[in-house]
């Protein structure tokens, strides 16, 4: 007879029971301490099973926030790995490879006492346990697997097993009575000494037995028996990557581990590494407690990014604390020269709200020099080689690829629910894109939104060396150059650092420095990011400062003049000025500004505004681009010279035109989303024949006139067959903005538009190339500046949706004077009652209209009287420049109160 279902029921558990003791009673001791205080986690042991048998389930058991499970094959090989089975919350288990059905057995033990955990049983809750680093890792592993955030899998040591090998022969209590000496933190020699004898013991010390049964236990489960297997091996901390702290990479990270020995030597010197000379010093200009601070060891699997690509990126602007964009960095191989700064990266800035609308929203990008890269060495390791030719002029990172790793960053940062610093790397034999590590962002996300510290050179001296600039201050100083950490002593207080790069070993020094200056490194690396951290300015990847600067130089450091940071010669004066831009009182105006420089955007859009109204094309043009529009077009019919010239200019871009396009629509493309969703008002080029004639390959293309500024210029360029087809390629830039990046707050500006007819047939180049008045919400503007504007007012407004006021023309225009010669410069004023008479008719008649009507002439910017008469006039919006618009606000506040006052 054969047995009953219930019967076989009672027979299998009774089995099971059997086996989760035998589990649970040959496991180490410091498994099996259930009864010990403290969070617990579940020990599982799996038992694969063929998938599709009859009668058998696979069965997953729900975590607890304060449960982990550890989990331990039955037999044969580990189907455990993070990367093919994941737990998470609700219960699901989520199979990436390789799927098998497994039957699930369960041991507790206390997380207090285990000295090993996979990285994919760990959340944000467990820092304490096993550092930020691999807590991170965890949460981004269970929390953000359906948001397509794919992560290496791999196991963490704890901050238990730390503490247990530290207290082995008293070495901890020796550790803290020597960094209990107040003299280590001010003699860097005495630190230097203190920190190399604790990493010395630390490295000559065995592990125990436990400790290296679970870590072995681990490597085989990841690794599947693969001898050969590569992994990272990195520092978590308990007190690192946490919102109010920035270890900026100071404890160590290994790459390219291989084999056992290797893997337990390193993981030997990621736990020294908590006492180098920049980690101690560190902890202690922080108040954080030597003895609380304990150090984890995170081994993750490799991505192949040595035959790929990595980098980081940000969830904000590293400049400005711009919340809106995504910051990504890129270099060929391994991601450290890109973290250590020993390569200048490719740079892309994305737009978080158009890409959320599914647009190709990269609206910024920077081609980097790239002059090396880091790839696994022969026997294990890692070493720095150079690039080769196409490497260096190819981008290391597709605009696909850069919008992807974008949704990433985005994803963390909506997770985590606060901005943060994430580092990927790309398989280069597979394509897959993978994060690596994330934590929070500590210096732009910190910074206070609503006050506004700026510094201004008031004198010039003559430029030294240009790099990219890092932290929009101002610093001056004598010039010490360093060419390793071991001249520190030499390093005085209030000196200009120089050397080639800097890493975390710097650190003792560079807070005591005016301004840093470096040879490599880009905007990410350790130079910056401390720079950033201490509130000093960096001027980084300038190729050859240690070479074109000499110790004892008096130095003034500039970067706070956008993207380029400059170090001029001598210790120049400037200024700083702080405004506090909370709670501004109301105004009957919109102020908006007048910028043009794709490198300021961010910090300026965060001045209290109503969009951008005037935003002059040809400066990106002129000084992004820098050459004829004629001559990119007649490309293959140029000497060959400027040939050479021109292509050294546009490499990365598929083409001469594709540079001039694509560099327009990235200019125009960072300005409309620094303001978004106000508008911006782009004005298409005016440059004069004289102007166009300095871009390179001008010459060959421009007219000599007498009088330029009354010449071929404006609507009267556009249409001429001459110039149109370069015409149309702004307007293909413009296009690129509102429609595949998705910027439809762009609107179109046309100027110097002297007669009817002009107006009617520069609207049917416009629309001829998709840019149609209305089509999908385009609006364009006529700037009003010549008396014929003035004259026939309401008849150009059947051509535009309104004007904008372009004063500087119109008072030159109307008082027949040149405002570029200095003989009747003192006659320039646009408070001339005929000006003001000629702008009071352009305002009625577009209010008459309903239509709009504002002003980007530079009046408004140096008189608040006239500004005052603008907003009496009724004029919608006064576009300012920058540093004017916080005095024109209160000024205009002021005033608006004391005719209240006088009115009562």
Same mark, same amino acid.
């Given at each position: 007879m054969l047995p009953s279902s219930n019967a076989l029921s009672?027979?299998?558990?009774?089995?099971?029971?059997? *086996?989760?003791?035998?589990?649970?009673?040959?496991?180490?001791?410091?498994?099996?301490?259930?009864?010990?205080?403290?969070?617990?986690?579940?020990?599982?042991?799996?038992?694969?099973?063929?998938?599709?048998?009859?009668g058998v389930q696979k069965r997953v058991v729900s975590l607890e926030t304060t449960q982990f499970p550890i989990r331990r094959a039955s037999s044969g090989s580990s189907p455990f790995r993070s990367s093919r089975t994941r737990v998470v919350p609700g219960g699901r288990a989520r199979q990436l490879l390789k799927p098998r059905a497994t039957v699930v057995e369960e041991a507790v033990v206390s997380k207090d006492t285990a000295l090993c955990i996979p990285l994919d049983l760990l959340n944000n809750n467990d820092v304490e346990y096993v550092g930020g680093k691999s807590a991170s890792l965890g949460e981004m592993i269970s929390g953000l697997a359906s948001a397509d955030v794919p992560v290496p899998g791999g196991f963490s040591t704890t901050a238990h097993a730390y503490r247990q090998f530290l207290a082995q022969d008293g070495l901890d209590e020796e550790i803290n009575a020597l960094l209990d000496d107040p003299e280590i933190y001010t003699d860097v020699t005495k630190?230097?000494? @203190? =920190?190399?004898?604790?990493?010395?013991?630390?490295?000559?010390?065995?592990?125990?037995?436990?400790?290296?049964?679970?870590?072995?236990?681990?490597?085989?489960?990841?690794?599947?028996?693969?001898?050969?297997?590569?992994?990272?091996?990195?520092?978590?901390?308990?007190?690192?990557?946490?919102?109010?702290?920035?270890?900026?990479?100071?404890?160590?990270?290994?790459? %390219?581990?291989?084999?056992?020995?290797?893997?337990?030597?390193?993981?030997?010197?990621?736990? #020294?590494?908590?006492?180098?000379?920049?980690?101690?010093?560190?902890?202690? +200009?922080?108040?954080?407690?030597?003895?609380?601070?304990? /150090?984890?060891?995170?081994?993750?699997?490799?991505?192949?990014?040595? &035959? $790929?690509?990595?980098?980081?990126?940000?969830?904000?602007?590293?400049?400005?604390?711009?919340?809106?964009?995504?910051?990504?960095?890129?270099?060929?191989?391994?991601?450290?020269?890109?973290?250590?700064?020993?390569?200048?990266?490719?740079?892309?800035?994305?737009?978080?709200? @158009? /890409?959320?609308?599914?647009?190709?929203?990269?609206?910024?990008?920077?081609?980097?020099?790239?002059?090396?890269?880091?790839v696994y060495a022969k026997g294990g390791g890692s070493e720095i080689v150079e690039t080769d030719e196409r490497e260096r002029t190819q981008w290391s990172v597709t605009d696909d690829e850069v919008l992807e790793l974008s949704k990433m960053a985005t994803a963390i940062e909506k997770h985590y629910g606060f901005p943060v610093d994430v580092e990927w790397a790309k398989d280069g034999d597979t394509g897959k894109l993978y994060i690596v590590q994330?934590?929070?962002?500590?210096?732009?996300?910190?910074?206070?939104?609503?006050?506004?510290?700026?510094?201004?050179?008031?004198?010039?001296?003559?430029?030294?060396?240009?790099?990219?600039?890092?932290?929009?201050?101002?610093?001056?100083? @004598?010039?010490?150059?360093?060419?390793?950490?071991?001249?520190?002593?030499?390093?005085k207080e209030g000196e200009v650092l120089v050397a080639d790069m800097t890493d975390p070993d710097w650190e003792p020094i560079m807070k005591k420095a005016a301004a840093i200056v470096t040879n490599r490194g880009g905007r990410t690396c350790h130079a910056a990011i401390i720079a950033r951290e201490l509130g000093i300015p960096a001027v980084v990847g300038t190729a050859d400062a240690t070479d074109k600067l000499k110790d004892?130089?008096?130095?003034?450091?500039?970067?706070?003049? $956008?993207? &380029?940071?400059?170090?001029?010669?001598?210790?120049?004066?400037?200024?700083?000025?702080?405004?506090?831009?909370?709670?501004?009182?109301?105004?009957?105006?919109? /102020?908006?500004?007048?910028?043009?420089?794709?490198?300021?955007?961010?910090e300026y859009g965060q001045l209290p505004n109503a969009g951008i109204g005037l935003a002059r094309l040809e400066f990106v043009i002129n000084n992004v681009i820098g050459?004829?529009?004629? #001559?990119?077009? =007649?490309?293959?019919?140029?000497?060959?010279?400027?040939?050479?010239?021109?292509?050294?200019?546009?490499?990365?871009?598929?083409?001469?035109?594709?540079?001039?396009? +694509?560099?327009?629509?990235?200019?125009?493309?960072?300005?409309?989303?620094?303001?978004?969703?106000?508008?911006?008002?782009?004005?298409?080029?005016?440059?004069?024949? %004289?102007?166009?004639?300095?871009?390179?390959?001008?010459?060959?293309?421009?007219?000599?006139?007498? %009088?330029?500024?009354?010449?071929?210029?404006?609507?009267?360029?556009y249409t001429d067959e001459s110039f149109r087809e370069c015409f149309e390629l702004e307007l293909l830039a413009m296009k690129k903005v509102r429609e595949e990046m998705g910027l439809t707050n762009v609107e179109l500006m046309?100027?110097?538009?002297? &007669?009817?007819?002009?107006?009617?047939?520069?609207?049917?180049?416009?629309?001829?190339?998709?840019?149609?008045?209305?089509?999908? !919400? *385009?609006?364009?503007?006529?700037?009003?500046?010549?008396?014929? %504007?003035?004259?026939?007012?309401?008849?150009?407004?059947?051509?535009?949706?309104?004007?904008?006021i372009g004063s500087n023309d119109l008072t030159q225009l109307t008082l027949g004077l040149d405002r570029d010669s200095g003989l009747v410069a003192k006659h320039f004023d646009e408070r001339n009652p005929a000006v003001k008479k000629a702008l009071?008719?352009?305002?009625?008649?577009?209010?008459?209209?309903?239509?709009?009507?504002?002003?980007? !002439?530079?009046?408004?910017?140096?008189?608040?009287?006239?500004?005052?008469?603008?907003?009496?006039?009724?004029?919608?919006?006064?576009?300012?420049?920058?540093?004017?618009?916080?005095?024109?606000?209160?000024?205009?506040?002021?005033?608006?109160?004391?005719a209240k006052s006088d009115a009562k």
């Open positions: 009672l027979i299998a558990a009774f089995g099971a029971s059997v *086996l989760l003791a035998q589990i649970f009673f040959s496991a180490p001791p410091q498994l099996r301490s259930a009864a010990a205080p403290g969070p617990h986690v579940s020990m599982r042991a799996q038992t694969p099973v063929t998938p599709g048998c009859p630190l230097q000494a @203190t =920190g190399k004898y604790i990493r010395e013991k630390i490295l000559t010390m065995p592990f125990s037995p436990e400790l290296e049964a679970s870590i072995l236990e681990n490597w085989e489960r990841v690794s599947e028996g693969n001898p050969n297997a590569a992994f990272a091996v990195r520092s978590s901390a308990t007190a690192e990557d946490l919102p109010d702290a920035s270890f900026a990479g100071q404890q160590e990270t290994y790459l %390219n581990v291989r084999g056992r020995e290797e893997l337990f030597a390193k993981i030997k010197e990621v736990f #020294a590494s908590l006492f180098t000379d920049r980690a101690i010093s560190y902890r202690h +200009d922080r108040d954080f407690d030597h003895n609380k601070v304990a /150090l984890a060891a995170t081994i993750q699997q490799m991505v192949r990014s040595e &035959t $790929g690509s990595s980098g980081v990126m940000f969830s904000l602007d590293t400049e400005t604390g711009f919340r809106d964009v995504v910051f990504v960095t890129s270099a060929w191989g391994l991601g450290e020269t890109v973290v250590g700064g020993t390569v200048n990266p490719d740079e892309f800035y994305v737009f978080k709200p @158009t /890409l959320e609308q599914g647009k190709k929203a990269v609206v910024g990008r920077n081609l980097g020099s790239k002059m090396v890269k880091m994330a934590r929070p962002e500590t210096v732009a996300s910190r910074k206070k939104a609503n006050v506004k510290e700026e510094f201004k050179l008031k004198e010039r001296g003559s430029s030294l060396v240009e790099g990219r600039a890092v932290g929009a201050r101002i610093g001056a100083g @004598t010039v010490r150059i360093l060419s390793d950490a071991s001249q520190m002593a030499e390093f004892g130089d008096e130095v003034t450091v500039v970067c706070s003049e $956008g993207d &380029t940071g400059v170090v001029y010669a001598g210790q120049l004066d400037y200024e700083r000025k702080v405004e506090d831009l909370t709670d501004l009182p109301d105004i009957p105006v919109k /102020l908006m500004l007048n910028l043009a420089n794709p490198s300021r955007a961010f050459i004829h529009p004629r #001559a990119l077009l =007649g490309f293959d019919k140029l000497p060959q010279d400027l040939r050479n010239t021109i292509l050294e200019k546009t490499k990365g871009y598929p083409d001469p035109v594709s540079f001039y396009v +694509d560099k327009i629509a990235e200019g125009v493309g960072t300005l409309a989303a620094s303001v978004y969703p106000r508008r911006i008002i782009v004005r298409l080029s005016d440059f004069k024949s %004289n102007e166009y004639k300095s871009l390179l390959g001008g010459p060959l293309f421009e007219p000599d006139e007498e %009088n330029p500024m009354i010449g071929f210029r404006g609507a009267g360029r046309i100027p110097f538009v002297r &007669t009817l007819e002009m107006a009617q047939e520069v609207n049917d180049v416009l629309e001829s190339n998709g840019l149609k008045r209305g089509d999908n !919400g *385009l609006k364009v503007q006529m700037m009003a500046e010549l008396p014929s %504007n003035v004259f026939l007012a309401d008849e150009f407004l059947d051509y535009f949706d309104g004007f904008s009071a008719h352009i305002i009625q008649t577009a209010k008459a209209r309903g239509k709009y009507v504002g002003i980007c !002439g530079q009046g408004p910017s140096d008189f608040p009287d006239f500004a005052q008469w603008l907003v009496e006039q009724g004029i919608d919006s006064l576009s300012l420049n920058p540093d004017s618009v916080v005095p024109t606000w209160m000024h205009l506040s002021d005033t608006a109160a004391a």
